[in-house]
């Protein structure tokens, strides 16, 4: 597979969640572009060029936010509502990667403009096939600006 160049924010508060996502990226030679945070606000702030993330070379605007719905802080719901509501920021897709299965979740985040929803499958090498169905589409076949 080619190497693509992507910058990724991953907002995911489990480290463990956070390290197999991490590594499926490493798998599909997405080189030196994921930024990690762990919560709501610390992705606003990243997002925003606030704080400890003000240095927009260090820290520059991702093409996917990977968003997770139970964050501390700032909820993902949230997150997502103050992404989609920023001119600067909407056209980034915003793709929802948590263990809710919930329809409520779900139609809340659709309402608020998530790109694609997926839950995370408690089973570790479902999560794993999850994360490689992921990596061809939204890393392989997916076209960014």
């Keep these: 597979m080619q190497e693509v160049q992507l910058r990724i924010l991953l907002v995911e508060d489990n480290p463990a969640h956070a390290e197999i996502v ?4 490493e798998m599909h030679k997405v080189s030196n572009c994921i930024f990690h945070v762990s919560d709501g606000q610390e992705a606003l702030d990243y997002l ?12 520059p605007e991702p093409n996917i936010v990977l968003l997770d719905l139970r964050l501390p802080k700032v909820d993902g719901i949230e997150v997502l ?4 509501s920023d001119g600067r920021l909407k056209k980034i897709p ?10 409520t979740d779900i139609a ?3 309402g608020n403009y998530a790109n694609s ?4 499958p408690i089973e ?16 392989a076949s997916n076209h960014y600006s």
Excluded: Q
């Design 22 to 25: 991490l590594r499926n990226f």
């Design 48 to 59: 925003r060029n606030e704080g400890k993330y003000s240095s927009k070379e260090e820290h």
């Design 81 to 84: 509502k103050i992404i989609k």
């Design 94 to 103: 915003v793709i929802i990667l948590t263990t809710s299965d919930a329809e």
């Design 108 to 110: 809340r985040a659709y």
């Design 117 to 120: 929803y997926l839950v995370k």
């Design 124 to 139: 570790f090498p479902k999560f794993i096939e999850l994360m490689e169905s992921f990596g061809y589409y939204w890393l």
